[in-house]
Antibody, heavy 118, light 107 residues
Framework: EVQLLESGGGLVQPGGSLRLSCAAS????????MTWVRQAPGKGLEWVSS????????YYADSVKGRFTISRDNSENTLYLQMNSLRAGDTAVYYC???????????WGQGTTVSVSS | AIQMTQSPSSLSASVGDRVTITCRAS??????LGWYQQKPGKAPELLIY???RLQSGVPSRFSGSGSGTDFTLTISSLQPEDFATYHC?????????FGQGTKLEIK
């Protein structure tokens, strides 16, 4: 079964850091680009960051550029999002998703919640 | 960045109704558009990809159409399990952008 499972969310103070993980199973992880999407409470979906299958190409939303780093360990079938200098506006449920060429984001994890508050 | 304008933002309908949701892109995105369904507390699920292709396992009452800048999601006969929020997403280029979402409620 194709599955994505996020972890690492929690409560953090403004200015703090957190690292999210997304464990993939049931497919050839290194063959797929991967993406992080977030959803603030009561709001719509926002693309955060994407990386290529090899991890050699990375892309970021302007809102997180310079603060967040996406990476992946293809030997461990795991995607990461290192989040630094967190702000209240980063409070959201963070989803990882698989991107299949021509099919968009076709597999999603269940999400992990990040709360930034003092 | 490409802007996706989705309408309506909310919609009340009854079981058995036919409903249509639209997304307009601020520039030509070919057919690089997907529709997603999201239920409260759950992750989005892909319904339609490439504007009009039905994702495996999705009921045939869902359909998508359009290309270029104007796209439509149609549910031909609403079922109780269809009451949810629907999002469009363009993955033509980065930054990927979502529509604002349409909350479909029971009348």
């Amino acid at each position: 079964e194709v599955q994505l499972l996020e972890s690492g969310g929690g409560l953090v103070q403004p200015g703090g850091s957190l690292r999210l993980s997304c464990a993939a199973s049931g497919f050839s992880f290194s063959s797929y680009a991967m993406t992080w999407v977030r959803q603030a409470p009561g709001k719509g979906l926002e693309w955060v960051s994407s990386t290529s299958g090899s991890g050699g190409a990375t892309y970021y939303a302007d809102s997180v550029k310079g603060r967040f780093t996406i990476s992946r360990d293809n030997s461990e079938n795991t995607l990461y999002l290192q989040m630094n200098s967190l702000r209240a506006g980063d409070t959201a449920v963070y989803y990882c998703a698989r991107r299949t060429g021509g099919k968009g984001l076709d597999v999603w994890g269940q999400g992990t919640t990040v709360s930034v508050s003092s | 960045a490409i802007q996706m304008t989705q309408s309506p933002s909310s919609l009340s309908a009854s079981v058995g109704d036919r409903v249509t949701i639209t997304c307009r892109a601020s520039q030509d995105i070919r057919n690089d558009l997907g529709w997603y369904q999201q239920k409260p507390g759950k992750a989005p699920e892909l319904l339609i990809y490439a504007a009009s292709r039905l994702q495996s396992g999705v009921p045939s009452r869902f359909s998508g159409s359009g290309s270029g800048t104007d796209f439509t999601l149609t549910i031909s006969s609403l079922q109780p399990e269809d009451f949810a929020t629907y999002h469009c997403l363009q993955d033509y280029n980065i930054p990927y952008t979502f529509g604002q979402g349409t909350k479909l409620e029971i009348k």
